[in-house]
């Protein structure tokens, strides 16, 4: 199965991907978080566990918000797949520390980003078997004009995650 941005994955079932169900019944695969106070409600576009670089063993999870749904879009990469409590510092490494973005308009100004600086990420549960994940977080996120934004109230309900784990 060929995956997005030019990884491999390898299946661990025929389940579908994430992205092929990402609009879903209410209250699964919901991510709802406030940008400056002003509510988002979406779903997951891909929630995947990834591997890449030198630690093949090193499983990150990645987390995307459906742009199709909402412009106002999230996308993390946290260092884990485990459940527990990821920062976001202001000089992270791509390659070494959990990272992410905010876009206000993903499809029509991809380039105009916003860059985690601060905040967390704490996943709560996830199930392999089931291919759910459950989350919060809430953060800083700033672009390179210097103007920040806070994201908060973050929650991510029965997301739904790829049962593959994609190799780059």
Request: net charge positive; proline share 2%; hydrophobic share 30%.
């Amino acid at each position: 199965m060929a995956a997005c941005n030019s990884g491999t994955s390898i299946a661990t079932d025929k389940q579908p991907s994430t992205a092929e169900t990402a609009v879903s019944k209410k209250g699964k695969n919901t991510i709802r978080f406030k940008v400056d106070g002003q509510q988002v409600e979406t779903t997951g576009w891909t929630i995947s566990r990834f591997t890449y670089g030198s630690d093949p063993k090193q499983e990150w999870l990645n987390i995307t918000s459906n742009m199709k749904m909402d412009k106002r879009t999230i996308n993390v990469n946290l260092k884990s797949s485990a459940p527990g409590t990821y920062t976001f510092q202001e000089n992270a490494s791509t390659f070494k520390d959990s990272h992410g973005a905010f876009y206000p308009d993903y499809l029509g100004d991809i380039a105009n980003s916003y860059s985690f600086k601060g905040g967390s990420f704490t996943i709560t549960a996830i199930d392999v078997q089931k291919g759910t994940v459950n989350a919060t977080f809430q953060g800083i996120v700033k672009n390179l004009k210097g103007q920040t934004l806070a994201i908060t109230e973050g929650e991510i309900s029965e997301g739904l995650l790829n049962h593959d784990v994609i190799r780059y």
